[in-house]
């Protein structure tokens, strides 16, 4: 390597050491990734490249291993420590919110979400399961793909929630386009849930829509208070007590 370049890994070394990633371009960031694999070579020109093919830094992280090698210069040890470094800090966010207080609020729950996220190619359904204290039991991504009734099957969500013993739930998802206004698929596919959790005890929380640095949230729009009284049981009490 050669002594600017070694001065440059330096800096953005030292740099990091100082103030963590605050201040770093996307660029930098995947460069240090590549000098996992690479310790001795210049990677700056791979993780720009990288950063234009896969647009933002999410999206370097989510690319496949042969998606990252088809850019000159990125090889097997370099897309190794991008993908060992990604599922790192999947596990860690998944731990550190296992057995905590659930979020008092969607905002709360949108900005814990929020990055992991944002940047996903594709739609994915996400369900986290809560014991009777409000504390997070398990969560996972169920589905990937279009969110509608025909993709995510409720009796797959059930049967989780019965084998986690939840209590309680709240369903998050996101929407690639940035937009998070719910469509008319998620907002059926929100009453079926509500519906036939209502009917085994199982309370619905929240359904949260995740877009580009926005949300939206059935519960703080009335929405999932309103499916629950749609429950056809509770339409027909309502009617004898009318």
Known sequence: ??????????????KFAESGLAGFHDYEIVELLLTLGSPRKDCKQQAKEAISKFKTLRGVLEASPPELQQIKGIGIHNSF???????????????????????SSSQE?????YHSMRDLKKEVFKVIYLNSQNLVIETEDLFRGTVDSSVVHIREVIEAAIRYNAVSLIFVHNHPSGN?????????????????SSLLGLKVLDHIVIG???FYSFAGEGLI?????DRPDLKMKRVSES
């Open 1 to 14: 390597m050669e002594e600017n370049q070694q001065g440059h890994r330096k800096r953005l070394r030292e």
């Open 81 to 103: 420590g991008i993908k060992l470094v990604q599922e790192v800090a999947r596990k860690y966010l998944k731990e550190k919110i296992i057995d905590k207080p659930v979020c």
């Open 109 to 113: 729950i949108y900005d814990y979400l």
């Open 180 to 196: 998070p206004s719910p469509s008319q698929s998620d907002k059926d596919l929100t009453r079926d849930l509500v519906m036939a």
């Open 212 to 214: 580009d640095n926005k």
């Open 225 to 229: 208070e309103q499916f629950e009284l």
